[in-house]
């Protein structure tokens, strides 16, 4: 299967600070998604990006397909941005879908 | 405000018992997924069905675990027996997909999960 690495593993912030996540796969994929955990354990998927860059307020994303990389922007960070931050993608072979063990996003006030 | 509920939101059972956990998808959502939540695995997807029909289970023990959609609106995740390894929270999550592929989902919304322990 495919491995999902994501980076970093941690992440401190100040509030009103910008930040970018990185989510690397061995393989193609052609199903890549980011997901937050919040501190209370609620998942949201933010974002559904194959390829190209999608935008959703304050957050945004971008995939270069080609090469296997994908990025989570969040700009003017806030307390409630803080969480978990999940990518995940499936193999074009198959079905399966693979996590990266996620970005621990805190922004202190 | 249309959301996933799930059932029960705790769990407590011995090793041996059967377990069954229960979710309501969004109305008008033809997919449902089922995740599961440990610190040592991590997020791993067990299972999606799309109009009621399994469509990959791959990711779940074949032996012990069971899903199910009796009904459009009701998704049952089957353990038995349990054993304490089974220990995590279960997540089941909708969506709407254009075919049955998972790179046509748009969007999963997510229930707030079972946290299940086996004792």
């Known amino acids: 299967g495919i491995q999902v690495e994501q980076s970093p593993p941690d992440l401190i912030l100040q509030e009103g600070a910008n930040s970018t996540l990185r989510c690397n796969f061995s393989?193609?994929?052609?199903?890549l998604q980011w997901f937050h955990q919040n501190p209370w354990g609620q998942l949201i998927n933010l974002f559904y990006?194959?390829?190209g860059t999608k935008q959703n307020g304050r957050l945004s994303a971008t995939t270069v397909a080609t090469e296997r990389y994908s990025l989570l922007y969040i700009s003017s960070s806030q307390t409630t941005d803080s969480g978990v931050y999940f990518c995940a993608g499936a193999e074009t072979s198959g079905s399966r879908l693979t996590f990266g063990e996620g970005t621990q996003l805190t922004v202190n006030p | 405000d249309a959301r996933v509920t799930q059932t029960p939101r705790h769990k407590v059972t011995e090793m041996g018992q059967e377990v069954t956990m229960r979710c309501q998808p969004i109305l008008g959502h033809n997919t449902v997924f089922w995740y599961r939540q440990t610190m040592m695995q991590g997020l791993e997807l067990l299972a999606y069905f799309r109009n009621r029909a399994p469509l990959d289970d791959s990711g779940m023990p074949k032996d012990r675990f069971s899903a199910e959609m009796p009904d459009a609106t009701l998704a049952t995740l089957k353990i038995q027996p349990s054993e304490p390894r089974d220990s995590a929270v279960y997540f089941c999550?909708?969506?709407?997909?254009?075919?049955?592929?998972?790179?046509?989902?748009?969007?999963?919304?997510f229930g707030p999960g079972t946290r299940l322990t086996v004792l």
């Open positions: 393989d193609s994929v052609n199903n």
């Open positions: 990006i194959p390829s």
């Open positions: 999550a909708s969506g709407q997909t254009r075919d049955g592929h998972l790179g046509s989902i748009d969007t999963q919304y």
